[in-house]
Nanobody
Framework: VHLVESGGGLVQPGGSLRLSCAAS????????MNWHRQAPGKERELVAT????????NYADSVKGRFTISRDNAKNTVYLQMNSLKPEDTAVYYC???????????WGQGTQVTVSS
């Protein structure tokens, strides 16, 4: 099982980034997909969730209206479009796959996002 995040980097406040998470080794279309983040000295925070069919999404209040999660089941990939970035969005962003029926719970290695002028 592999979840590989990409797309992180350094961006100025107000800028945008698009994170990608490529999945392999499991049936991607059977898993809810989440993006979490962890800033230095803080607990890991659930940022966004997208359900298996991709029809339902949910966001943390801190990113609502600025971030958009989406998935492409044909490409086994989940995305996080991040707009109007703020310095407080600086964190390591992690991709997570969950299937509560099977107990599957997989994590990527994370990608660093730094918002700074």
């Amino acid at each position: 099982v592999h979840l590989v995040e990409s797309g992180g980097g350094l961006v100025q406040p107000g800028g945008s980034l698009r994170l990608s998470c490529a999945a392999s080794g499991f049936t991607f279309s059977s898993y809810h997909m989440n993006w979490h983040r962890q800033a230095p000295g803080k607990e890991r925070e659930l940022v966004a969730t997208i359900t298996i069919p991709g029809r339902s999404t949910n966001y943390a209040d801190s990113v609502k209206g600025r971030f958009t999660i989406s998935r492409d089941n044909a490409k086994n990939t989940v995305y996080l479009q991040m707009n109007s970035l703020k310095p407080e969005d600086t964190a390591v962003y992690y991709c997570n796959a969950i299937n509560r029926l099977s107990g599957g719970n997989y994590w990527g290695q994370g990608t660093q996002v730094t918002v700074s002028s």
